[in-house]
């Protein structure tokens, strides 16, 4: 029987990923993809439990469910990820007419787990302890044409306190290098110009089977697909961080001049008690370094603001860094308990009005480095990959968007033929804090535009509420 679905995604792009293996695995089942606005047969929400934030919205959109679910008993509910892989039964407590609750190591399973919960008119749970299926295995509806990821490894080995992923993802399993590569090939085969290495901490890949070195390696291996125009990678850790991934990274032409390197914290002391096993001198060693080998580098990072302990001096480490490393942008998170990790249990938690003060002062700061850093640009010419998703004011303004080599948001007039996928050069002659804007000097027509072209079925991932109609 073929239904119609939709899959919300929150979080990061391992997330984003993963809810590309949901969605192949629902069209491998006979379902399709919801037409926009319409109400969806099937809804899946693929969870993160990093932030507060992210309960309160899945809770949210399952309460704005409940009403439609009431109405029409045929709607089937199902949440996985990592909030199902840490919630589990609390899930069905909040929200008994949840239909499937699935954890972070068994996706596969989704299907089955629907048809069982249909049958059976009963709620189905199903938490595995351990990895069922390596994602990148399962089958996958790909959001875009001509982009990709692909994960090289799941879990992780680091213990930090502020952190439940390692709990609910288990320890790092690395996948073996040839089939990596074999991914790889196989989306280029298709028209993906762009593939994005996952991991939770990636440059630690190669530690399950005893290869320190493996990482370098198969960025190296990387550079020689041919037709593989672009290869990013995140998030790696300072502390396995090693020169010859930056030789590599210099040396490999496809792989693009832009690092997220996570700092979360510019006091050591801080640091010690994340228990994050590097000091602020190593971290700004390897930035020192990346920027000598690759003078165009681009580095961005995270930082969490309020850590329990955190003090107006510790703070004011972390922006004496943020003004030292000159990020181009810094993605900031106010510290918010998260129940089952150590830091939710220690002494001097930070008033959340002291949080919020420190946030501000945080996003203001580094909105002016991030602005100076871009205004460096202008007068320089980038190569951009046009995006599929137009931003808020592309329209209006009859402009295109993409990304940089150093993977900057760039907006340009639309005069030109490029599509999404295609590389265009622009020439930057303004910047703000979160972009760079410029005119296009010359358009290069790709294979990663071919494939967009000629791609006709709909996105089946999404961010946000689910677009349903309540009536």
Known sequence: MSRTYLVETYGCQMNVHDSERIAGLLDEAGHIPVIPGEQADIVVFNTCAVRENADNKLYGNLSFLAPIKKKNPALQIAVGGCLAQKDQSIILKKA???????????????????????????????????????????????????????????????????????????????????????????????????????????????????????????????????????????????????DDVI?????????????????????????????????????????????????????????????????????????????????AAAYTYKYSIRPGTPAGIMPDQVPQEIVGERYTRLHEHQQKISLSVNEESIGSTH?????????????????????????????????????????VDIHITEASAHYLIGSAVSVMRTRGGDAHAAKSAPASTALGIPKVRTT
Request: glycine share 8%; aromatic share 8%; with cysteine.
């Open 96 to 242: 008994p007419y949840v239909d499937v609750v699935f954890g972070t190591h068994n996706v596969g399973s989704l299907p089955l787990l629907l048809e069982r919960a249909r049958i059976e008119e009963e709620s189905q749970i199903e938490i595995l302890e351990s990895l069922e299926h390596f994602p990148s295995t399962l089958p996958a509806r790909r959001f875009s044409a001509f982009t990709s990821w692909v994960s090289i490894s799941v879990g992780c080995n680091n213990t930090c306190t502020f952190c439940i992923v390692p709990a609910l993802r288990g320890v790092e399993k690395d996948r073996a290098a040839s089939d990596v590569l074999k991914e790889m090939q196989m989306l280029v085969d298709q028209g993906v110009i762009e593939i994005t290495l996952l991991g939770q901490n990636v440059n630690a890949y190669g530690v399950e089977f005893g290869d320190c070195g493996a990482f370098a390696k198969l960025l190296r291996d990387a550079g020689k697909i041919q037709g593989l125009e672009r290869v990013r990678f995140m998030s790696p850790h300072p502390r396995d961080f090693t």
């Open 247 to 327: 030789e590599a990274m210099a040396q490999t032409e496809n792989v693009m001049p832009h690092l997220h390197m996570p700092l979360q914290s510019g006091s050591d002391s801080i640091l010690q008690s994340m228990r994050r096993s590097y000091r602020t001198d190593k971290y700004l060693g390897i930035l020192e370094r990346v920027r000598a080998a690759i003078p165009q580098a681009m580095i961005t990072t995270d930082i969490i603001v309020g850590f329990p302990g955190e003090s107006e001096e510790d703070f004011q480490g972390t922006l004496d860094i943020t003004t030292q490393a000159r990020f």
């Open 383 to 423: 190569r951009v990959m046009v995006s599929e998703v137009e931003g808020r004011r592309d329209e209006s303004r009859s402009r295109m968007t993409g990304k940089s080599e150093d993977f900057r948001l760039v907006h340009f007039d639309a005069d030109t033929d490029a599509r999404p996928g295609d590389f």
